[in-house]
């Protein structure tokens, strides 16, 4: 656990960057903070690892003062991820991310090994570990960047807006390969952006900070979302925020209607005396194939004869509310097909049983 | 007589055990300022890095330095170093090689990206290792680009040497000039070219080894 | 400083021929033309290798291989040609000193420009000569400015060499001191050459101030 | 004041090989100019062809830089020229004959130096003008000159005026519009009319490949200049003062003009034609 | 109007940037290019000022082949903006924005006159006018980027990834700029762009290009958020899609109750007997105060006097559908009180009212 106590940064200039900050970061967990420009993110972060020192106040690294740490051997167990990735352009990738083992001793063949491990791991091609930074695109390059800061098999991991220079699609890759990552790893990682929903997405818990360095909120993210602390916290984090909340809210509490599902096989008049306006047909395989519309169903012959519309779908066990949502808004009956995660369908979720898990959760907003 | 040619071949056959101790003589007064230069020039670099405010100051005397006429800079020496001595020829050319190459090591330094030298801090690099493993590898394409420039002037300028009697080839100007005779000039002209071409060519390799992750950048 | 008194406070170094104002004279004389010279030839050519991009390899390579010419060399050559009727032996080597940096200068200015730029002036309708003139000599001018000064300090301090030749300029007192054996004579004409030095640098600081413009030498106190 | 260049022969401890003959290495240094290269590289053959160990320091300056350096010992052995060297030395002598200005030297030399035996070959200092000056003015000696001169603009090396003007006025009342420092490039000054007389060595090459007139001196204006060698006494043991004495006793001034004219338009090198000089003269 | 032709882009080296392109941009919308990185966008559009000319077709400027117009001419009639906005960094601002109006020959005073009245439009301070771009932030230099290229009122305007360099607050803030004025201006726009949030907010019209520089599909944002072409569109438009597209639907239709609107002064004993479990307390100027409920309700006194739960708020006249979603979800009664431009209350959304609305809409997705 990192604990911070009071801890205020004013610089030489008089700026006071951090003003009386205390939290805990959890053990294990994803903690980001979130802020405007200059509200000093970057100041607490670095911090940490004593590449600032307070003006007051005490960081703990497990209950230990890191003032009393020398810095080189603070920071070698502490790995760091910033925004240009700081690759050190004049060594290979597999020498770049094998760097701090070297500093830490271990023989070349061992830190490249791990080096390469590494690599696989947060899914770069072995291809590229012997090129040089300059010939790796910026998504490639904040990978490495990750792997480097892994090398060592740091317990606490600091990243600084690492994924903030790439492009939208890039970077959400990234956000999941981080998430992936952290569900085998479980790292101690504290995560700046100003990005608010990367913070919603990726933290386990978010720290909003104002401008001055002062702490506005410390939650999980629904939390957060369903209820803002204040003015500053609302406006920050914008529009959507109802929807937002839906991504923290599992789905699997909505009620599935299974009868709605009929194969491609059933013979049309079957479908039509079910009475539903709507059916989600599924091939042999049991994968949703689309909706037939009652109404529309030719005279004779099997559902598969029918004109289908393409269904939105979510999985079950896994998705959020917010999928499953999306799902229905995506299917012309209003109604979504849940699948499994081999994409067989397991059932139908109406508009209704989405109004009534929806209210459920509408009821956490009172506060 | 009018008809003195441009080259008479014969003559540099007949002349090379002459001329062969001249360039040596002309290859070690030119590149020993120049590795001392550098030697020099790294920590002086480093130091002007280190403190800013030094390095202005040191700038203008250097600039002061280079704009000595070498001739005279020759003479003043004669007294101190003796008359004709490699050393009398190479002090001077040492500062000027400074003059060019600490400039070069401080643009080398300070073209360490800030992100990269945040992260060997942030890795637990102590100073001296950070210099070492990150600093200077990073510096050096403009460091060598600074080292071709001080090498190829080095090399032309210790031909001025041959006016207080240590020029290397460039003695070969003297005589070709008190005899209007034109071989012994254009051989020393191109040997002094040759020589300096050579030198940078090598430098060009040098950087291509040294720096493999800099090529993308160009070497200009 | 004795030296230094021996040689300024002596009234005939003032006056005649051989006074200080005539050997500065023709000093400046020697360095000017050649300066001028190397920047007809060299800004022009620098100017348009920066903006075409064509025989950008031949620049690198000439511009070191024209450093590695002997001026001492050259100049005896020219004048066992020429003779020493008039100033062009001279100018001949220093215009060949010149040259390099104020063509690398110019053409590594101009190149360096940031291609968004580039792009920014042909997009909104300038035309080639437009965006040379107009945006790419602007934002390049603090380097070719620094090449311009730096051939002007070689220059001044290598037309010394001209009095070997018989020529004049104040290489004559550091020539004739060598051979008199007058260390004041020495010493001076090394002052008077560093003191045109300075002063070359100075006035070149000065037309950096008035011509560069601020939002281009701002940005670089930045950086 | 404090003129470093003397202050330093007094002290010559950064002056390279002061004490020469320690190690038995003789330091021969020459003047820039190519007669005297040739003659320091005969002196040098000669010695090695001895056995004695020889450092070669030619082309280097003029007389006031390198008496310095031999008088403290920073070269040993010096091809000379009696006559300029007892002005050098001693500015206000008069002599002029060859004898006489031997023994004025032998007297006035400061106790490290000595000259050896002169040679019979002389290199005198002449005033020189074009063909085409001769021709106009029907000039054939210094006095012919002495009518014209005032139209004439005289040049030289950078020592010449301080020497020579009074000297000029004295003998032969003899005195020009202007002094010019011509230096190395004297005979050129002369060939483009830059100066219409100059001061050129009679064995200097130039005169030949130019095509300039030496004035005869009828009135010894110049004193005699016969070519010896200039040692630190320090510097020379026996050896290599009966090498040197035997190299004078052949050396004479048609044979030097002759070796003079192999290096200057034949463009030989010096060292080959000392070379094979000292071996027709059974020396090397 | 502009017109792609059959238009072929190949390079030197034989990169096939752009394949067999034709479309229309329409006079007087935003066309956005959107595709992933190196699928020709920016080659496309900068064929259109002949900063490239095309290899093979043809591309018309109200008709006239552009090959046919020399290249100045042609691009001093087209504004052109770019990432880093490209500002000569030694001209003040205000000459930076009057460029081209010089560059037509106009009087210094009058391009200076203009280019401050563009300066004031693209909602910059003034008192920057006399800076230069080294002294501006990044958004600032955006915002000079587009005056300059309106300068001399061109009708057509190129922007190649404008916004992408600033961060996500100023970028919002942008965008909101462009449609302001855009609103007032009607300039025929082509926005390159390879964020897909951004595309379907700006663009009227939407063309997704895939890499080799082929035209997937050309659409406004609802449609082609509701009926993506085939896989690769959907798959660009990433998840989020059903929410999404809601956007661009009015929430006009939905039905309003205003019997659920209760004044703070109403008697709780006239609330508890309405028999709704939920009412929406309003001001005394008809301002939401928040929501009771029935049950919750203290016995005696006003309406004042109960625990109100903060509500969410859509504007009736102007909000998307989504944002009316989105005031439902927050909402604890799962309703979502709709206000007027002056933030009145005019009525609430009940979730039954806003699932028929979205029923009509989801009919759409059938395609
Ligand atoms: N070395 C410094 N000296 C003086 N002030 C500083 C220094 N570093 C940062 N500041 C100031 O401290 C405040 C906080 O800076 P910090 O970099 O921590 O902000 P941040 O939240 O990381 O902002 P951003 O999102 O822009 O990265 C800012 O006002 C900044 O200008
Ligand atoms: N001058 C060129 N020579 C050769 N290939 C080029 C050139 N310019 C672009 N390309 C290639 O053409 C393709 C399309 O490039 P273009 O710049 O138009 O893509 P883009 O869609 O704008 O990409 P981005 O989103 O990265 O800006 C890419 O594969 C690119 O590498
Ligand atoms: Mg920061
Ligand atoms: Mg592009």
Redesign the pocket.
Known sequence: MITFNGVTKR???G?V??DGLSLDVHTGGITVFV????????????MINRMIDPTEGQILLDGVDVTTIDPPTLRRGIGYVIQQAGLFPHRKIVDNVATVPQLLGWSRKRARDRAMELLERVGLDLKLADRYPFQLSGGQQQRVGVARALAADPPVLLM??PFSAVDPIVRTSLQEELLRLQSELRKTIVF?T?DIDEAVKLGDRVAV?R?G?RLAQLDDPATLLARPADDFVREFLGRDRGIRRLSFISAEGIALRADLLVPATADVSAVRDAGEPWLAVVDGDGRPLGWAAAKDLPDSGTVADADLVPSGTFVAGRDSMRAALDATLLSPAGNAVAVDESGRAVGVVTREALDEALAGTAGGARG | MDEEPLVRWDWIGRNWPRIQPLLEDHIVMALVPVVIGLLVALPLGLAGVRWRRLYQPTVGVMNVIYSLPSLAVFIVLIPITGLATRTTVMIPLTFYALAVLIPAVVDGLTSVPDHVRQSAVAMGFTPLRRLLRVDLPIAVPVVLAGLRVATVSSISLVSVGALVGRGGLGYLFIDGWQRQFYTPIVVGIVLVVVLAGLADLMLVLAQRLLTPWARARGSA | MNWLIDFFGDPANWSGPEGIPVRLLEHLEFAGLSLLLAMLIAIPLGLWIGHTGRGALLVVLSANAARALPTLGLLVLIVLFMGVGTIVPVLIPLVALAVPPILVNTYEGIRGVDPDLRDAAYGMGLRGGQVLGRVLVPVALPLILLGLRLAAIQVVATATVAAYVGLGGLGRYIIDGLATKNYPSTIGGAVLVALLALLVQFAFVLAQRVTVSPGVSGRQDIR | GGDPLTSASASPAGSGPASAPAGGKVIVGSANFPENVLLAEIYAQALEAKGVQVERKLNIGSREVLYDQIKSGGLTVLPEYVGSLLAFVDNTSTQKKKDEVVAALKEKLPAELEILQPAAAEDNNSLTVSKETAAKDGLTTIEDLVKVAKNYTVGGPPEFKSRQEKNFKDTYGLEFKEWKKTGDATADAIKNGTVQVGNVFTTDPKIIINGLVSLQDTKSAFAAENITPLVNKAGVNDTVRTTLDAVSAKLDTAGLVALMKRIAVDKDDAAAVAKDWLSQNGLG
């Not at chain 1, 802020?35 to 670095?46: E, F, I, N, Q, Y």
């Open positions: 610089y030489a200039d700026t960057a951090v802020g405007p420009s200059g509200c000093g993110k970057t100041t607490s972060l670095r600084d807006e700046v100003h900070l401008v360095g």
